[in-house]
């Protein structure tokens, strides 16, 4: 059992930064491969970064790559979303979700993000 808490959302700037983290209960998280996804109002939860257990494989969406970086201190339970040079398209409340072998099935309650122009 997993339970994830994101935090490190707010309202910024276009062309500025925020770092999302998401933490994690449990003693089994570095067992875990971790995702963010987004979901803006009216439109489906979308992939954005993911990260494998042991932080050795990292994967992005093409609308961030280059833009967000993943990361994970297992020790500390938690996973990162480094956010820069964003956009008023990445407002979204963003998720982070915890699985194995492609089933994602711990969720955390998600924490909003706001770009302004």
């Known amino acids: 059992q997993v339970q994830l808490v994101e935090s490190g959302g707010g309202l910024v700037q276009a062309g500025g930064s925020l770092r999302l983290s998401c933490a994690a209960s449990?003693?089994?998280?570095?067992?875990?491969?971790i995702r963010w996804f987004r979901q803006a109002p009216g439109k489906e939860r979308v992939f954005v970064a993911g990260i494998s257990f042991s932080g050795g494989s990292t994967y992005y969406a093409g609308s961030v790559k280059g833009r967000f970086t993943i990361s994970r201190d297992n020790a500390k339970n938690t996973v990162y979303l480094q956010m820069n040079s964003l956009k008023p398209e990445d407002t979204s409340v963003y998720y982070c979700a915890a699985g194995r072998r492609d089933i994602y099935n711990y969720w955390g309650q998600g924490t909003q993000v706001t770009v302004s122009s």
């Open positions: 449990g003693r089994t998280f570095s067992t875990y491969d």
